[in-house]
């Protein structure tokens, strides 16, 4: 009942249709597009959030339980000045179940959708699907027993027009017993530590089931970087994991460097498919700044790997790294590089409390 597969869709369900907007912000019944605008009632009066002034936190859907989110829409202006370039890093969304003070999902926005580096770029994948142009979709469900609180806090410097989104959900009379709680979390290692593994999760108590990788990986060495092995830690595991892959391209289901020769060149493919994805490759930024133009940027990367049909599953604990190695003509070497991520995982509650989120201007890329 509660899966989002198209085999089960003739299926009759029970349960009542629900929506948040900006328009119909409780999501109550019949009281959709009442707003009136120039063409009159009911005419698209109030479609999106006009403003969101800088540093102010809005909520943008509360709802109570028991239901399930199914289907979340997002997307915002790109009409930003160059000083406020990386609004996708600077909007942080966070969702809160049940009334808990801390929330289980807290993340730049553009990140949870698979677009690091303050840019937006087209994922197409099972449960995150980025359309032209800054269409933002999340399909992951997101079961609450009592209460859902979705809020967006804009730590900006200048206000931000035109904030569109849609929550759509589904109202039931109760929840299986064994429902988890969505959960994802940013990171950022600005400077990996050589021979250190960078830490995509950690901190988590209960039980429960990782779900995805998402990874903004900015290359700061040359050659080859992506031979670091991903490694989880399940259930009291200490100096050595249980899941240990072979290669960072081989864990988002690529192989050989995702490499091709064309007239002599080693190409890397990007690609994206229902459960892993490269999505975006870019060696460049021209922008405008002070009236000329300026090539400034790192090779950046992204990388999603859902593990819907295979979840990592843990009783008591959860810790998740990657390795920063890469390979040379000399072989193999320890590497530091800039990274990102964002982890997607199902569990009890109450979580832990996360780590404090990095300050704004420590999130944007180098």
């Not at 904030?163 to 109202?171: G, P």
Request: contains cysteine; proline residues 6%.
């Amino acid at each position: 009942m509660w899966g989002n597969g198209f085999e089960n869709i003739y299926r009759l369900q029970t349960g009542k249709s629900r929506s948040i907007n900006w328009e119909n912000r409780t999501g109550e019944k019949g009281k959709g597009g009442m707003a009136a605008g120039d063409l009159g009632p009911s005419r698209k009066g109030s479609p999106c959030i006009p403003l969101v002034r800088a540093g102010e936190t809005v909520t943008l859907a509360e709802m109570d339980g028991p239901g399930i989110i199914r289907h979340i829409w997002i997307t915002v202006t790109d009409r930003t000045s160059d000083r406020n370039r990386y609004v996708l890093r600077d909007l942080v969304l966070r969702m809160y179940w049940d009334g808990e003070e801390t929330p289980s999902v807290e993340s730049p926005l553009g990140d949870l959708f698979c677009c690091g580096f303050g840019v937006s770029y087209p994922v197409n994948s099972l449960p995150v699907a980025v359309n032209p142009t800054r269409g933002f979709n999340l399909y992951f469900p997101m079961p609450f027993r009592k209460k859902a609180r979705i809020t967006l806090e804009n730590q900006c410097d200048e206000d931000v027009h035109a904030f569109f989104y849609q929550v759509d959900y589904c109202l039931t009379e109760e929840l299986p017993e064994d429902a988890g709680y969505f959960h994802a979390q940013w990171r950022r290692q600005r400077l990996t530590e050589k021979g250190k593994d960078y830490v995509i999760l950690d901190g988590v108590k209960g039980k429960g089931q990782y779900v995805g990788t998402y990874l903004a990986l900015t290359a700061l060495e040359r050659y080859w970087y992506g031979e670091g092995e991903v490694k989880f830690y399940l259930d009291g595991d200490t100096d050595y994991p249980t899941i240990c892959g072979t290669g960072t391209e081989d864990y988002f289901g690529g192989a050989w460097s995702f490499a091709t020769q064309e007239q002599g060149r080693t190409v890397e493919n990007t690609f994206c498919t229902p459960f892993l994805g490269y999505p975006y490759y870019s060696t460049r930024d021209t922008f405008l700044h002070n009236d000329y133009h300026t090539d400034d940027q790192l090779p950046q990367r992204s990388f999603y790997r859902w593990h819907i049909p295979d979840p990592i599953l843990f009783e008591e604990d959860l810790r998740v790294t990657i390795q920063q190695i890469g390979v040379s003509h000399g072989g193999l070497f320890e590497r530091q590089d800039d990274v990102a991520s964002v982890a997607y995982w199902y569990q009890t509650e109450p979580h832990q409390a996360f780590p404090a989120l990095m300050e704004r201007k420590e999130r944007w890329p180098r």
